[in-house]
């Protein structure tokens, strides 16, 4: 993997587009990291689920999807995403994210974060423009609450029934950051 492959670079892990042909190394890591995902996330453990997720955050504006990559092998650490993107006076978007299961605990993914809100705050000539980003998490899932308050998110409410998780409604905390605010590094 190339310096000019990845959108944002780290010490240890750059961010790049899906793209189809990691199908296969993609499901393979979620399939092996379905005990640390469950129940928060369902990301797509299939090719066929792959492909058409994969597209539906490459193509338009509304969404963009980063892969998480090991610098040195490129391997698979994970995912950052941002989805509904509004644009006007909202330039708005709304975070998700997931580790695989041997990159979890090393810092990864808190690396990777920071990078994707290089990515979402800088100017739209150099990244996505974005003057917020909301990040709605389940209530006890602390590990994804303690890494965006480690990133500098503030809580702003709890949403009841916001969000289908798992053939259910579940309740979510809003959890947010804008361009001007202070942010770890």
């Known amino acids: 993997m190339t310096f000019s492959s990845y959108v944002r670079e ?99 993914l808190r690396e990777a974060l920071a990078l994707a809100l290089d990515h979402a705050f800088a100017p739209a000539a150099e990244g996505l423009g974005l003057h917020r980003l909301e990040a709605n998490i389940q209530p006890g899932n602390t590990a994804s609450i303690a890494l965006v308050r480690g990133a500098g998110f503030r809580l702003e409410g709890l949403s009841p029934d916001f969000l289908q998780v798992d053939g259910a409604w579940r309740d979510h905390e809003r959890w947010a950051l804008t361009a001007g605010m202070p942010r770890a590094r």
């Open 10 to 108: 780290g010490d240890r892990v750059g961010l790049r587009p899906y793209r189809l042909a990691d199908g296969p190394e993609f499901t393979a890591r979620v399939r092996e990291s379905r005990d640390l995902h469950r129940p928060w996330l369902y990301p797509p453990a299939t090719v066929e689920e792959y492909e058409p997720y994969a597209a539906r955050l490459t193509e338009g504006g509304a969404r963009a999807g980063f892969l998480v990559c090991e610098l040195g092998t490129g391997a698979l650490a994970g995912f950052v995403n941002v989805n509904n993107i509004v644009r006007g006076a909202f330039q708005c978007g709304a975070l998700g994210y997931g580790a695989f299961a041997h990159a979890a605990g090393r810092g990864l």
